[in-house]
């Protein structure tokens, strides 16, 4: 049953891989045509943009990877076309509305009594994050030529937690993997962070 269970998570792994590739190297170059195609038209350009979006997304879903991660690679794709400045022009004011439905989403799993019931443990948790993103992110900038001055702003640029982790635990938490209070914790963890990090 082992091997199986190793067979297993090799043939995801290996799925994610050549999916990856696949986006970046093919992909990507017929993204960027269809884009070059129907940037005549501002309408027409975001219909298509969110029109990708979804069927990568529903792709993604078909061979067994979530929507989440086939939007994350239809947006990368989008990213790297022609088109890229014109299309985050034309879909900057949909940005607040969608941040916050995804925040609000995210602020209905919390639950405040699973945070105060392992708040020293979550404390711990934040401390260590905040240290080794910290410290991590100083010396990369300090070793890349930046300053000392320089390469701490870079550090505290980079303190808070991603919320793309958001995303990857929620699909660990509908799929069993994540324990359900650990959603709420990390949750505020990185807003933790990302009040530290701004003061």
């Given at each position: 049953?082992?091997?199986?269970?190793?067979?297993?998570?090799?043939?995801?792994?290996?799925?994610?891989?050549?999916?990856?590739?696949?986006?970046?190297?093919?992909?990507?170059?017929?993204?960027?045509r269809?884009?070059?195609?129907?940037?005549?038209?501002?309408?027409?350009?975001?219909?298509?943009?969110?029109?990708?979006?979804?069927?990568?997304?529903?792709?993604?879903?078909g061979i067994?990877?979530?929507?989440?991660?086939?939007?994350?690679?239809?947006g990368?794709?989008i990213?790297?076309?022609?088109?890229?400045?014109?299309?985050?022009?034309?879909?900057?004011?949909?940005?607040?509305?969608?941040?916050?439905?995804?925040?609000?989403?995210?602020?209905?799993?919390?639950?405040?009594?699973a945070?105060?019931?392992?708040?020293?443990?979550?404390?711990?948790?934040?401390?260590?994050?905040?240290?080794?993103?910290?410290?991590s992110s100083?010396?990369?900038?300090?070793?890349?030529?930046f300053?000392?001055?320089s390469?701490?702003?870079?550090?505290?640029?980079?303190?808070?937690?991603?919320?793309?982790?958001?995303?990857l635990l929620?699909?660990?938490?509908?799929?069993?993997?994540?324990?359900?209070?650990?959603?709420?914790?990390?949750?505020?963890?990185?807003?933790?962070?990302?009040?530290?990090?701004?003061?």
């Amino acid at each position: 049953e082992l091997g199986v269970t190793e067979y297993s998570f090799a043939l995801s792994l290996l799925r994610v891989v050549v999916t990856f590739i696949f986006a970046y190297l093919v992909l990507s170059r017929l993204i960027n045509r269809f884009l070059s195609l129907v940037s005549h038209s501002d309408e027409l350009l975001i219909l298509s943009t969110v029109s990708l979006v979804l069927i990568i997304g529903y792709l993604s879903e078909g061979i067994g990877l979530s929507f989440s991660v086939g939007a994350f690679l239809a947006g990368s794709t989008i990213a790297g076309s022609s088109e890229s400045r014109k299309i985050e022009d034309r879909i900057r004011p949909f940005n607040s509305l969608f941040a916050s439905f995804f925040f609000f989403s995210i602020g209905l799993v919390v639950s405040v009594s699973a945070v105060l019931s392992n708040i020293g443990l979550l404390l711990l948790f934040i401390a260590i994050g905040i240290a080794v993103r910290f410290v991590s992110s100083g010396i990369s900038s300090y070793f890349v030529g930046f300053s000392g001055r320089s390469a701490c702003f870079c550090a505290v640029a980079f303190l808070p937690m991603s919320e793309l982790s958001l995303l990857l635990l929620s699909q660990g938490q509908a799929n069993g993997i994540v324990p359900s209070g650990f959603l709420g914790s990390f949750a505020f963890a990185i807003i933790a962070s990302s009040f530290l990090s701004a003061w």
